[in-house]
């Protein structure tokens, strides 16, 4: 059976901006993740953002470099609010129906999906990692864990920047180090 991995990246960028650990994360040590809780294959690698902003662009180039799935979550409101709760929500809803997917890493701080991730863990194998230390409410409903954790566990060199995403991204801002 399949993993997929949905990344919520504005929510873990905007809490962990002055962490040097989550800058120095990768694509890879989300697979590490996965492959030492489950131990099946990843079929879906998504980061959710809004990427019109140099910031989140320079954030997710190495997942895109990776092959993950960039979905872009636009602006929607004056207020600066994006649909990617929405989306992410869609996602695992998409998962619960899949019966190929058994196992969910969800990347996320945001209180908002402890509706859909209680319903989702009562079918699949859902693990939770927050920006932050894990708040018991979602302790409470499914394996959690923090950024942190992983990135002390398991945090290999920063990506070389080498891939399309990256060039662009410094073609259109210049270094993304």
């Known amino acids: 059976m ?5 990344l ?3 929510n ?7 962490n040097d650990w989550f ?3 990768t694509p890879n040590d989300w697979d590490w993740l996965s492959s030492q809780k489950f131990g099946s294959p990843i079929t879906e690698r998504k980061i959710y953002c809004n990427t019109n902003n140099a910031e989140s662009t320079r954030q997710i180039a190495p997942f895109g470099d990776a092959g993950w799935d960039i979905i ?10 994006c649909a990617t709760d929405g ?3 869609l996602a695992m809803m998409d998962a619960l129906h899949d019966p190929t997917i058994t196992n969910i ?18 079918r699949k194998n859902v693990i939770v990692v927050t920006p932050a230390k894990p708040s018991r409410l ?31 991204f410094n073609t259109i801002f210049g270094d993304s180090k």
């Open 72 to 81: 872009h979550t636009p602006v929607l409101t004056s207020e600066g609010k």
């Open 87 to 89: 989306y992410i929500f």
């Open 2 to 6: 399949y993993t997929a991995i949905l």
């Open 8 to 10: 919520d990246g504005d």
């Open 23 to 25: 800058w120095n994360m």
């Open 138 to 168: 979602f302790s409470q409903v499914t394996e959690t864990l923090s950024l942190q954790y992983v990135a002390e566990h398991r945090s290999s060199k920063r990506v070389s920047g080498v891939g399309p995403f990256t060039q662009v």
């Open 105 to 122: 890493i969800l990347g996320t701080g945001d209180h908002d999906f402890l509706p859909v991730i209680r319903r989702v863990a009562e």
């Open 12 to 18: 873990l960028r905007i809490t962990n901006r002055t």
